[in-house]
């Protein structure tokens, strides 16, 4: 069984930052991935960024070059980095790690809010 912890969510002002981690703990014998979605009510749930287990990272176009994931193999965590917020990046961010061989694990969520 894999647990996912998120933290770092909250309230900030247009153009500030924010730092999500997310970190995964259980029986876990290689990451293949992890990353973010968001999600809005009304909306469709969206990828925001992902990142493997070899470091390739992937991220949604409005959030290129504002936001970075990264990811500490040995911790078994994952960080997204989120710069020049705007409130349209105002969403519950979820974690979700994929591990060989299962189906993704998600965490909790986390709301993140950014006031204009």
């Known amino acids: 069984q894999v647990q996912l912890v998120e933290s770092g969510g909250g309230l900030v002002q247009a153009g500030g930052s924010l730092r999500l981690s997310c970190a995964a703990s259980?029986?876990?014998?290689?990451?293949?991935?992890m990353g973010w979605y968001r999600q809005t009510p009304g909306k469709q749930r969206e990828s925001v960024a992902s990142i493997t287990g070899g470091g390739n990272t992937n991220y949604e176009d409005s959030v290129k070059g504002r936001f970075t994931i990264a990811m500490d193999n040995a911790k078994n965590t994952a960080y997204l980095l989120m710069n020049t917020l705007k409130p349209e990046d105002t969403a519950v961010y979820l974690c979700?790690?994929?591990?060989?061989?299962?189906?993704?694990?998600w965490g909790q969520g986390t709301q993140v809010t950014v006031s204009s």
């Open positions: 259980g029986i876990i014998l290689s990451i293949k991935a």
């Open positions: 979700y790690v994929v591990v060989w061989g299962s189906p993704p694990y």
